[in-house]
């Protein structure tokens, strides 16, 4: 059996401390210039409707709901803002964490030809963006692109406001959905309820791909309460709407 040789003399192990930027007693945060705010946000697939019929579809983490409204903000230059500026139907469609690595080979690739001069360097144009993710779609039932197959919920909207962000290089976009498809799995039975145990979105973090973590507790405005657990610490206390 392979082993540590018994003359072998060994060193004590130095362990290096990660460098922490410390704050000061006036202000115990840093002050700090990311490239990006994507501090956490769900992955959408969003699915839309080419000139000549056929599907794009583009992955983004810029999206949050309103009631029925889902808005979304895009890139200006983009075969899906030029989709929607035409064709305002789309689906939202939301993967799971498991599908990360379809929403990866995504990333790199646009439906514009030639690929606008604002988009990443290492950017090329694909025209089969389901078959290049490896993913296959399902029709739609009040819109005409298609479904993205697989993915727990989908969304099917139409873009009722489109407008330029304060920057000048995003659109925002105001989404009506007008129906929602869901996995038998993450519905609590016999409700049109998600159940939030059994629904984990793809979360994108700083450039990162993550799942939920558990449960911390719920709001007093859920509909599917469940056994409440402690907070971790250090969460603030409080109730999002």
């Known amino acids: 059996m392979a082993g540590i040789e018994p003359s072998l003399t060994l060193l004590p192990m130095k362990i290096v401390e990660p460098r922490v930027r410390p704050g000061s007693d006036a202000d115990p945060c840093v002050s700090i210039e990311p490239s990006v705010l994507y501090f956490g946000t769900p992955v959408v697939l969003l699915s839309t409707e080419n000139a000549d019929g056929t599907a794009n579809l583009a992955p983004m983490s810029s999206a949050w709901a309103l009631g029925h409204v889902v808005v979304l903000g895009l890139g200006a230059d983009g075969q899906t803002a030029h989709n929607l500026a035409a064709r305002p139907e789309l689906v939202i469609n939301l993967p799971a964490p498991g599908q990360w690595q ?102 994108y973090n700083f450039r990162h791909y993550f799942g939920l973590g558990p449960e911390l507790g719920h709001s007093y405005r859920s509909t599917t309460p469940r056994e409440q657990t402690a907070a971790a610490p250090g969460v603030e206390e409080g109730t999002p709407a």
Not at 111 to 140: I, M, N, Q, Y
């Open 102 to 203: 379809a929403v990866e080979r995504l990333a790199p690739l646009t439906g514009r030809d030639p690929v606008p001069p604002t988009k990443h360097a290492g950017c090329r144009f694909e025209k089969d963006k389901f078959g290049a993710a490896g993913l296959s779609s399902l029709p739609s039932h009040t819109v005409r692109p298609p479904r993205v197959d697989g993915c727990p919920l989908q969304l099917e909207a139409r873009a009722e406001h489109i407008r330029p962000d304060a920057s000048g290089e995003f659109l925002i976009v105001e989404a009506h959905v007008t129906k929602v498809h869901a996995d038998p799995r993450i519905v609590v039975p016999g409700t049109d309820h998600i159940d939030p145990a059994a629904w984990s979105p793809l979360i």
